[in-house]
T-cell receptor
Framework: DQQVKQNSPSLSVQEGRISILNCDYT??????FLWYKKYPAEGPTFLIS?????DKNEDGRFTVFLNKSAKHLSLHIVPSQPGDSAVYFC???????????FGAGTRLFVKA | EPEVTQTPSHQVTQMGQEVILRCVPI?????FYWYRQILGQKVEFLVS????????KSEIFDDQFSVERPDGSNFTLKIRSTKLEDSAMYFC????????????FGDGTRLSIL
C-alpha cells in the first residue's frame, strides 16, 4: 500500500536551521493530513494537521503546507532544535472513512 | 493530559497460542483503532471500531484477528493462533470524534512470537 510516500528515510539538519520533511500521496480522496512524531519505545504523538480546504497551517515552530494539485505536503520546523530529533510520519485519511494511511517515516537528526 | 494506555508493554508467546492485547482509550473518545509496526517498517492500519462494531479493516486483519470493547473502557485485540510474522509493535489509538481530529496513540505492546 503505497498511497502515502515519504521518500527520504533520513534528514540531518544543524540546530537553528530549517528542517523540511516531504510527503506525497496518490489517493485524491484524502482530505485530512497529519504529521506525527515518534520517539523510540513510544507511540506516535500528534504534531500538526491540515484539512484539504487549506494550503497552510501553522503552530509555533511547525508549519504544514499542502499542494493538492501536486498531491504533496511538507512539514517545516523553524528553528530546529536537538529535541526535534525523532521519526516523523506523514498520515492521510478521508472524511467518512475510518482508515488512516501512514508513510514510512523520515528520521530527523538535529545536530547541536 | 489524558492518555491511551496499553498493557502489557511486552508480550512473549509461543507460536500457535492465542494472545490478547489490551488498551484503555481516553474516556470520552468514540473511535478506536489498532495499528501494527513490524520492526523497521511503516505503521500499518489494522482496524477501526465505532459504536461497538468494526468500521473498517485492512487486508492484514484476517479471521485470526478480532477486536472487542467488553466493558465500555477496555478495547482489546485478540490474535487467535499467532504466527511468527505477527511479531511487531501493536499500537492502540483513540479519537474523540471524526471531524478532523487527530488520533491519540498509546505507547504500544511489543509482541514477540517464538
Amino acid at each position: 500500500d503505497q498511497q502515502v510516500k515519504q521518500n527520504s528515510p533520513s534528514l540531518s539538519v544543524q540546530e537553528g536551521r530549517i528542517s523540511i520533511l516531504n510527503c506525497d500521496y496518490t489517493n485524491s480522496m484524502f482530505d485530512y493530513f497529519l504529521w506525527y512524531k515518534k520517539y523510540p519505545a513510544e507511540g506516535p504523538t500528534f504534531l500538526i494537521s491540515i484539512s484539504s480546504i487549506k494550503d497552510k497551517n501553522e503552530d509555533g515552530r511547525f508549519t504544514v503546507f499542502l499542494n493538492k494539485s501536486a498531491k504533496h505536503l511538507s512539514l517545516h520546523i523553524v528553528p530546529s532544535q536537538p529535541g526535534d530529533s525523532a521519526v516523523y510520519f506523514c498520515a492521510a485519511e478521508n472524511t467518512g472513512g475510518f482508515k488512516t494511511i501512514f508513510g514510512a517515516g523520515t528520521r530527523l537528526f538535529v545536530k547541536a | 493530559e489524558p492518555e491511551v494506555t496499553q498493557t502489557p508493554s511486552h508480550q512473549v508467546t509461543q507460536m500457535g497460542q492465542e494472545v490478547i492485547l489490551r488498551c484503555v482509550p481516553i474516556s470520552n473518545h468514540l473511535y478506536f483503532y489498532w495499528y501494527r509496526q513490524i520492526l523497521g517498517q511503516k505503521v500499518e492500519f489494522l482496524v477501526s471500531f465505532y459504536n461497538n462494531e468494526i468500521s473498517e479493516k485492512s487486508e492484514i486483519f484476517d479471521d485470526q484477528f478480532s477486536v472487542e470493547r467488553p466493558d465500555g473502557s477496555n478495547f482489546t485485540l485478540k490474535i487467535r493462533s499467532t504466527k511468527l510474522e505477527d511479531s511487531a509493535m501493536y499500537f492502540c489509538a483513540s479519537r474523540e470524534d471524526y471531524s478532523n481530529q487527530p488520533q491519540h496513540f498509546g505507547d504500544g505492546t511489543r509482541l514477540s512470537i517464538l
